[in-house]
Every structure is written in structure tokens, then in C-alpha cells.
């Protein structure tokens, strides 16, 4: 069973910078698509990056030039590099295959909590 394992969350303040790391048991990343999602209190979860197998990353607009997605398949790991992080980028942050998969998505893991001080 393919269990995902986020790491890298903790508080940081306005402007601050942190990366969180997505690894995984039971399966290897190769070249499925990956991507990075978030969910603040009180709100849907909410699609923030993806990356192809070969490496080619999106990010939606509230994120973009500010947060990178990156992965090294020799380590079966996804990275989401914050930068400025504001205190509206407050969420628990998950990683998973992204909604347009053709494989599904996998089981969510616990996510990585990232709280933005002003």
C-alpha cells in the first residue's frame, strides 16, 4: 500500500522561507506526474503546483515566482520551495498525483502544517 510522507512544515514569519519534501513508501515517483496541494482552515484543498515526469512544473498564479516545485526521482522525492511566503499561504500542505491523472490519486498522507506569522 503506497503511503506518502510530507515533511518540512513549521512557522515561519512574513516573508520567510521554507521547503517541504514528499516521499513515498510503497511505490516508486518515476515519471508519474506529481504535484503539491494545500487546505487552510476552513477551505477546500486546493491544487497548488505540478510537475511532469520529465521534470516540467506549473504553478497556479497566487503562487507563481514565489514557490517551485522540483523532484529527484533517484530519491523518490517531490520538493515544494517556498519563498516570501505570506500569511495567507497558511495551510496543511500535501503532495499526491495531481486531479488530472489518469491513475487516480493516491491515499492522502497527513500533510505538513506551514503557519505564516506577520
Known amino acids: 500500500q503506497v503511503q506518502l510522507v510530507e515533511s518540512g512544515g513549521g512557522l515561519v514569519q512574513a516573508g520567510g522561507s521554507l521547503r517541504l519534501s514528499c516521499s513515498a513508501s510503497?511505490?516508486?515517483?518515476?515519471?508519474?506526474?506529481m504535484a503539491w496541494y494545500r487546505q487552510a482552515p476552513g477551505k477546500q484543498r486546493e491544487l497548488v503546483a505540478t510537475i511532469t515526469g520529465g521534470g516540467t512544473a506549473n504553478h497556479v498564479d497566487s503562487v507563481k515566482g514565489r514557490f517551485t516545485i522540483s523532484r529527484d526521482n533517484a530519491k523518490n522525492t517531490v520538493y515544494l520551495q517556498m519563498n516570501s511566503l505570506k500569511p495567507e499561504d497558511t495551510a496543511v500542505y500535501y503532495c499526491?498525483?495531481?486531479?488530472?491523472?489518469?491513475?487516480?490519486?493516491?491515499?492522502w498522507g497527513k500533510g505538513t502544517l506551514v503557519t505564516v506569522s506577520s
Open positions: 499526491n498525483r495531481p486531479p488530472s491523472s489518469i491513475y487516480g490519486i493516491y491515499n
Open positions: 510503497g511505490t516508486i515517483f518515476g515519471n508519474n506526474h
